[in-house]
C-alpha cells in the first residue's frame, strides 16, 4: 500500500467468498479501520480490505510482520 498516514480516509470493507459481495464495515481514517479489523473475529478478518483512494490491500497483509 503507498498510503503509510494513520489519518487518511479509507474503506474498510469484508468481501464474501460465497456471494463475492462487498460490506463496508467502516469509512474512516486508517487507524480507525485498523482497530476495527482487530476486533473481527478470525474468519471475518481473512476476507476484510483495507481501500484507499488509490490501493487495495487485504487486511492479513497489511500486517503481516
Known amino acids: 500500500m503507498r498510503t503509510v ?11 464474501d467468498d460465497d456471494s463475492g459481495a462487498a460490506a463496508t464495515l ?3 481514517s486508517l487507524a480507525e479501520a485498523l482497530h476495527t479489523a ?12 483495507i481501500q484507499t483512494s488509490n490501493d487495495v490491500v487485504a487486511y492479513l497483509d497489511l500486517i503481516e510482520d
Open 38 to 49: 482487530a476486533l473481527q473475529p478470525e474468519e471475518v478478518q481473512a476476507g476484510l480490505f
Open 26 to 28: 467502516i469509512y474512516g
Open 5 to 15: 498516514s494513520d489519518d487518511v480516509s479509507v474503506r474498510l470493507y469484508h468481501l
